[in-house]
């Protein structure tokens, strides 16, 4: 006999359980690997259903068998049960918290495990059960939170590709600014389906083509009504922390409002602009004919940024000549400007204005944000 004190288990009128508790006291581990199965089989053979009272003693049992069984057999149990319905809470509970192989089925799948069990997991384990919670076909804003704060990228690159993960708006403005930091959570967050579109539009300048195709595709397709609802929700969070404005800006602004006052403010002017070296008014010009802030347009220009210039020179309405002028300037003396030009140029035949109207439309968020200051 086992030298542990017996458990006194209460009994079940008319249940054969009562009998396989009995043998629960057996000392020969390949008995009680024995007895596990039994009692597990057991279970799934009774009638659909049985008493809080029955279900109470299987899980009473089953958690005290398997706690002194070795890790895959405690597996075997959990995969067993992941899916049960009516499976014991306690005994669940207990897979739960155990080492991350066993816990892996039942956070996963398990329907007995409330928020509380969830949540309670992910602030106490690690990585690995996080992602297993992460991975389940629903999780709460709730939960969802709670794995924002405790998950590592990884984990939050899981929640973000799970489609049946509901996460909250400040639960999204977190993983969004993660991902920009993060080029591993690029496409896990710009291909999230259920990404605010405001959030969506502040990676586009921190992801790769691809991606930043992608977006565009998103925003010609948004419903009018979801268009502005994002952008309300969007101008709450636009940051203007942008660095000093250059030295002749005051000048620059001042010389362009004249042209623009006289009419003289065309495209083919900015050109010049661009070729006489005349980098800032050629800035001012163009967030002017494009309505959105000199911050945006100065990093585009700066960083070489052709897709989101061919953003703006389609928004208005610029022939396609001159955004390859405009782009063969901004390249420079890099390789190959003329090569690099025209396969930015091709993008820019198929790029739509609706769709790039709309993708201006979240740019601009930050000149109102900057006015209102």
């Known amino acids: 006999m086992s030298d542990t004190i017996p458990v006194a288990y209460p009994t079940v009128e008319g249940s054969r359980l009562p009998h396989l508790i009995a043998l629960a006291e057996e000392s020969s581990s390949e008995k009680r690997r024995e007895l596990l199965r039994e009692l597990t089989n057991h279970f799934f053979g009774e009638p659909p259903v049985q008493s809080a009272r029955e279900t109470d003693l299987y899980g009473s049992v089953l958690a005290r068998l398997s706690d002194e069984m070795e890790t895959a057999v405690r597996a075997e149990l959990a995969a ?49 059960h996080i992602r297993a919670v992460s991975g389940r076909a629903e999780v709460s804003e709730a939960l969802s939170d709670a794995i924002v704060a405790h998950g590592d990228d990884e984990t939050l690159g899981a929640l973000l590709r799970n489609d049946g993960a509901r996460l909250s708006r400040a639960a999204s403005e977190t993983a969004v600014e ?20 405001d959030l969506l539009n502040e990676m586009y300048f921190v992801v790769e083509a691809r991606l930043r195709q992608h977006i565009l595709e998103q925003n010609a397709r948004m419903d009018p009504d979801l268009l502005e609802a994002a952008l309300a929700a969007g101008r709450t969070r636009v940051a203007t922390d942008d660095g000093a404005l250059p030295s002749d800006y005051a000048e620059s602004v001042a010389y362009v409002s004249e042209l623009r006052a006289a009419g003289q403010l065309t495209p083919q002017v900015l050109a010049r602009f661009l070729r006489a070296n005349g980098r800032t008014p050629f800035l001012v010009a163009l967030s002017q004919l494009a309505d959105v802030d000199f911050h945006t347009a100065r990093r585009i ?26 782009a063969v300037v901004v390249l420079g003396s890099e390789d190959n400007p003329m090569g690099k030009a025209g396969a930015y140029g091709r993008m820019y035949g198929e790029l739509s204005r609706e769709a790039a109207l709309r993708t201006l439309r979240f740019w601009r968020m930050r000149r109102g944000a900057q006015a209102a200051a």
Not at 96 to 112: F, H, I, K, Y
Not at 180 to 194: D, G, I, Y
Not at 301 to 325: G, N, P, S, W, Y
Request: hydrophobic share 45%.
């Open 80 to 128: 067993r049960f992941a899916d049960a319905p009516n499976a014991p809470h306690r005994l669940i509970q207990r897979l739960a918290n155990d080492e991350a192989e066993v816990a892996d089925a039942v956070l996963r799948r398990s329907p007995v495990l409330t928020d509380t069990d969830l949540i309670g997991v992910v602030g106490a384990r690690g990585q690995a």
């Open 178 to 197: 993660r991902a920009k930091a993060n080029p591993a959570l690029h496409a896990a967050t710009v291909e999230r389906t259920s990404l605010p579109a």
């Open 301 to 326: 220009v700066e960083r070489k940024e052709l897709d989101a210039l061919a953003v703006i020179c389609k928004a208005a309405d610029m022939d396609r000549a001159i955004f390859l002028t405009y």
